[in-house]
């Protein structure tokens, strides 16, 4: 029993030419690069903002006074390289830890 002929080629216009000699290997290592890229863009834009909001929540059950971001702010604005390590450092390393 003789093989169907093979579908007839699309016209060149219809032909992405930059992508012709792109291997499955390669598409494979970009789609991998850019879902991984806008997975870890998402990650550190929501963490943080869960994780602010959830840190919030927990000092407003320890401390009713601690309502408020002004609290926040008056109380960082006294305490220097604490308020730094605890409002600069600490998020990205939860983010990063949460992560991984």
């Known amino acids: 029993k003789p093989a169907a002929p093979p579908p007839p080629a699309p016209p060149p216009s219809g032909v992405l030419w930059d992508n012709v000699g792109v ?4 598409r494979a290592a970009r789609l991998l690069c ?3 890229g806008v997975t870890l863009g998402l990650l550190f ?4 903002l869960a994780l602010f909001s ?3 929540d927990v000092a407003r059950t320890l401390n009713p006074e601690m309502d408020s971001w002004d609290e926040w702010v008056r109380w960082a604005t006294g305490h220097g ?8 450092f600490l998020p990205n ?4 830890l949460m992560i991984y």
């Open 23 to 26: 291997s499955a290997s390669d």
């Open 93 to 96: 390393l939860l983010v990063v």
């Open 54 to 56: 959830f840190v919030n």
């Open 81 to 88: 390289y604490l308020a730094g390590f605890i409002f600069q």
């Open 34 to 36: 850019i879902n991984g």
């Open 45 to 48: 834009v929501s963490s943080p």
